[in-house]
């Protein structure tokens, strides 16, 4: 049982440019999160879904998009890099919300 | 301000000890409280999960909160070496779930 698989582990990027971090989860969990993580704070919500097809802003959504066309996966995409995006970046599912997450081992990326 | 308030530490204690670590947090909406453990450049995974007020217990941990000060506690007896990690406070409620900025602790043998 995998849980929650991030790709790719480590990316660096150029100022402007675009990617997309992939997300999969085979524990059938509705619910599905993007963080970062910076030092000193902590965990932010970036985008958020509660089922397939649907997305929601979290607390620092600027800058990027999201899309959750299979229940299984949630994508994040970065249409024009900046240096402020460096940073870890997780994955995390739910069932309920309430019962707590599942994280993913993260995406660090670098924006150069 | 922000929502969840965590002392990052470090913390440091030798093994066996007793510890105590501690959030607070300011809206009262919330109604659910977790303890995330995370090891060095790994995701953070759940301890523990309370609903509202009251302890609960978990082998060598136990989790506390109370309501009327909006203050969340985890308490890990006989700490051992591999209980080294940052652990992190949340609070949840419809879908926001918000974080401390975690606590890094060190259990030396």
């Known amino acids: 049982n995998a849980g929650v698989t991030q790709t790719p582990k480590f990316r660096v990027l150029k100022t402007g440019q675009s990617m997309t971090l992939l997300c999969a989860q085979d524990?059938?969990?509705?619910?599905m999160y993007w963080y970062r993580q910076d030092p000193g704070m902590g965990l932010r919500l970036i985008h958020y879904?509660?089922?397939?097809?649907?997305?929601a802003k979290g607390e620092v959504p600027d800058g990027y998009n999201v899309s959750r066309l299979k229940k299984q996966n949630f994508l994040l995409g970065l249409e024009s890099a900046a240096p402020s995006q460096t940073s870890v970046y997780f994955c995390?599912?739910?069932?309920?919300?309430?019962?707590?997450?599942?994280f993913g081992s993260g995406t660090r990326l670098t924006v150069v | 301000q922000k929502e969840v308030e965590q002392d990052p530490g470090p913390l440091s204690v030798p093994e066996g000890a007793i510890v105590s670590l501690n959030c607070t947090y300011s809206?009262?909406?919330?109604?659910?409280f977790m303890w995330y453990r995370q090891y060095s450049r790994k995701g953070p995974e759940l301890l523990m999960y309370t609903y509202s007020s009251g302890n609960k217990e978990d082998g060598r941990f136990t989790a506390q909160v109370d309501k009327s000060s909006k203050y969340i506690s985890l308490f890990i007896r006989d700490s051992q070496p591999s209980d080294s990690a940052t652990y992190l406070c949340?609070?949840?409620?419809?879908?926001?779930?918000?974080f401390g900025a975690g606590t890094r602790l060190t259990v030396k043998p």
């Open positions: 809206n009262s909406a919330f109604q659910y």
């Open positions: 524990m059938n969990h509705e619910y």
């Open positions: 949340a609070t949840y409620n419809n879908n926001d779930m918000r």
């Open positions: 995390a599912s739910s069932y309920w919300g309430t019962d707590g997450y599942t």
């Open positions: 879904s509660v089922g397939e097809g649907t997305t």
